[in-house]
């Protein structure tokens, strides 16, 4: 549904870390991405952009 607002939820734990997050975002959000684009930090972005975002958070 357009206007609804979604939340994905995810973890994991390890034996020397855990981590967590949430991630909301709605479906009018996901409708311009592109093949091979993900939705984080509130806007489109490569999967390559995504993985420095991460490795830059951390």
Request: proline share 3%; hydrophobic share 35%.
């Amino acid at each position: 549904m357009p206007a609804y607002t979604y939340e994905l939820s995810f973890g994991k734990a390890e034996f020397n870390y855990e981590y967590t997050g949430i991630v909301t975002f709605r479906a009018t959000d996901l409708h311009p991405l592109r093949r091979g684009q993900v939705w984080a930090d509130g806007r489109a972005m490569s999967l390559g952009e995504f993985e420095r975002l991460a490795e830059d958070s951390c």
